[in-house]
């Protein structure tokens, strides 16, 4: 770059190009009209340099000029000593506890793998390194208690110290987890110009969340911030993850003893806070949360901590976990749906959300199950649910006798048109339900959301009475009754702590930072500005590039 | 449901049965393990009835009194005088505009033709409509300005009246529209809960936001509400509709001049408000929104009117309309993409968020076009576009050049590892883009999102009034300079109103609710109950539900 803009700093030179010859970069030259016949011919490792000039002469000049400005160059690069591998830069500077790499990506998984082997924290901004030798990085820094932030992780913030390209942001409480660059550096930025401050930031790698990698990092990241006494709130950016990866990390999320603001870029999230995770919409929307998060924190305020009529809710038998969902409102049913994607990963339906999670038949419920009894299959020639309970109360029957049941959730729609008095035949059919179980030391909570109004025709708060006597957890709102469900069944829902993580140590972020640095030398250069000791190495391709000698060399190494 | 309901109450019987002989209703019996010989044999037109009684006397006695159960039922529904058809009934009750159908499916469609010929707004509670027959209607009810609600349509309140299942609530400023029968209710009911008042609820019936049927209802709805002088705010519920059709409500809601509140139940929006346009992610957030909104109408507040600046901008030229935007980081090129769905249907881009939106190749924009310039296609063998600025000028350069082009968006990226001083290179070559397409009577705006802190190493102040000078209009967050972006463009994208629509009168909502009911006497019995006029049609299948003979009557009518 500074030796295409000296060039074409020359006089004559109207237009210069310095790349490598990737077939991308000679697509670029063509746009730009500077290909020629022998830059169509470089290979991808052939460094092209190309100038147009007003005339013969002024190109030849600038020519003339390529191997002394690339000398300066070079001197700069290496005016102090440079050890010539890992091994000896890490005798050179023993405080390190970072490596950065840089180096191209066919090279990068193996700078990577010694500086691990080293026990070296690694920062891997290469890109194009393959997906499986990502996944064989991390699970192998993971078991180490070692971070590989990347590959493709152009930024991060450790104690105070940016590594590859970072704002200079005030320390504050805001720890940062992200699998995205710049969505890091807007959210750190936009968190200094309102005047909050950032402990750590944290960058994943762009397929961290990936369904192969599985936020391998993501997860060492938050746990760790979790445990930083720094940190007392917590970001997480992504864009969006596979739905399996969402899961894990909301579980991880939910576990931590902090609040922790969420940005899955454009994944649907209908509630905006669940306990102490909060889904915003925009990096800025992130930002300004977490701001006033950590303003809040002073005050140890918490609002929606769950009612005590909640914690005094009785215990279930072993065997329950299941939630059977019977619903007459078509829409009430998928928005518990979708809410409940929140708590429980799968729940099947015979309108379900996705493809995979319709039922076998909508007769049979099977695990987490959510029934819309409103659906055409259950209406040719019968009366709708709304004003025929007899369907719903069969299927009650059937679901209170099944033993894995824990919850029953239901809407009673009142008004006009609606069955004249629901509760004279739903609160004894719910009663019996309830008693059934008892008998078999069984525990069914029925939880039920009243669509309805005081002026409606059936006496909203007569029924309401009435269903809570015969037992039923009664709710004027479809979602309070969803998400009462949601965390009533999560909390039955015991996931064994990933037992393949050895946990980083805090110390990783709270030793001053001194890392060694292989590849681009700016972020040699940017390290020593901010005051943090770097070593670099001078690097060159194993075996002078030849990638068979390189692939034996690799294999000596393993053994 | 009151025959069965009789029956199970009679000496010895354990339960019963009273349903249609469809394939349904028959494993709904086997269920209940009341599925005989015989009734596996019923068509879907008998009325099937089951009883399981203690003993065989029990169970004869209990048959023996179907009769007299059902002559009781039928002289109460036809305790008053009701005319034969339609006609009779128009002419027995004249100011009733609105027919209610609940008929069978397949004969519901021409029911609701009848009745718009006779010029009546149509309440079509039947499902099991064939979408084409849906289509037609909606599309002939349109030309002639009159209203279809469904089918499958639930529930519905004009002026003050509910129709099919509704639930009593207040009257006030806010008026729904709503898809989706049960979200209505709920939303109403939560409006009603919180204090807060309903206009008018409109229904759609769930398929109205289908592709096929593109919406006719509910955009005749809004703009029936938009006109209605005692709706200040309105409320838009449905399950996620197809992309398309989000767009063209979305289109339709912009030129409202009331505000909104927009659920798309589980359909992912970015952004919480745009404009007058709010959107919520539950229905209990739908109500609590419309209220405060229509508390917070009375003071006239504002408070995201476009900044005088915006209104400030110049005019481009006639045939500029095409964004371009330059980024060098992924994510922040990801959230524009993101945010602008809201307001450009399509952006295609090289890393689109719908594949069929990806650019044929990435050198070439096509209409709106967003290019993630940190790519891995660009940036093998080449520096990161946030160190080098050289692609990205060049790229500049020639969408500057096309006379299509309006806008430029750009972010720039400042910080550690950054280009040292972007504003040196950037700041002259907008200069110069500006000039080349001022020289040729265009105006081209360049917006540029620049990330970054006082405290970085660029000295951000000096890097933006810098890039100001050159012409460029500058915002501190992507979301600004974005959404900025979005609003500027969205202003020279004049649609053409649809013509097919004839207005629907106001006083279809004004008038006092006088209607005529086929089908359900339940629906009778609830306008009744609530003063309103209504007749009920003794109706029959036509031709004795001899569906040749009634095509053949159907096609004379059409004559």
Known sequence: MQLQRALTGLPGVLDAGVVMGTQANKKILEQSGLLTHEALEAAADDLVILVRASDAAACEAALAQVDVLLLQRRSAAEQDYQPK????????????????????????????????????????????????????????????????????????????????????????PIGLVAASGTGLQEV?????????????????????????????????????????????????????????????????????????????????????????????????????WAVRLAADQGHGSSDQSPAESETAAGSFASGQRYLRGLFSGGTLAYEALLLLQDYLPVVY?????????????????????????????????????????????????????DPEVALILMDVVLGFGAHPEPASELAPAIATARAGAESEGRLLEVVLAVVGTDQDPQNMANQMGRLEAAGARVMNSNLTAVLYAGRRLQALDRITPDANFRPVELSALHQPLAAINVGLTSFSESLESQGAPVVQVDWHPPAGGNERLAAILERMKRK
Chains 1, 2 share one sequence.
Request: glycine residues 10%; contains cysteine; proline residues 5%.
């Open 85 to 172: 591998s890992l091994e000896s830069a890490a005798q050179a500077l023993p405080s390190a506890r970072w490596l950065l790499v840089s180096v191209p990506g066919r090279y990068a998984g193996a700078v990577a793998r010694d500086g691990l082997r080293l026990g070296k924290h690694v920062f891997l901004y290469s890109d194009n390194v393959p997906m499986a030798e990502e996944v064989e990085l991390k699970q192998a820094a993971a078991q180490g208690g070692l971070l590989v932030m990347g590959p493709d992780c152009g930024t991060a913030i450790v104690n105070g110290i940016g590594l590859g390209f970072a704002n200079v942001v005030r320390r504050g």
């Open 349 to 401: 339906s015979n309108a379900p959300l996705r493809k995979e999670h319709r039922l076998a038949s909508s007769m049979v419920s099977q695990a987490h199950s959510i029934i819309d009894l409103g659906e055409d299959e259950f209406t040719v020639g019968r009366l709708h649910p709304m004003m025929d309970n007899d369907l719903r109360i069969r299927r009650l029957q059937q679901e209170a006798q």
């Open 188 to 288: 750190a930025s936009r968190i200094h110009q309102l005047g909050g401050g950032i402990s750590h930031a944290l960058g994943t790698g762009g397929r961290d969340l990936s369904e192969a990698v599985h936020a391998v990092t993501a997860r060492q990241s938050l746990d760790l911030l979790g445990r930083d006494p720094q940190t007392r709130v917590i970001v997480l950016v992504s864009k969006p993850p596979a739905p399996a990866v969402a899961d894990t990390l909301l579980h991880a999320a939910r576990q931590l003893n902090k609040p922790i603001v969420v940005d899955f870029i454009g994944y649907p999230r209908a509630v905006r806070r669940l306990d102490h995770i909060y889904f915003a919409g925009t990096l800025d929307e992130t930002a300004e």
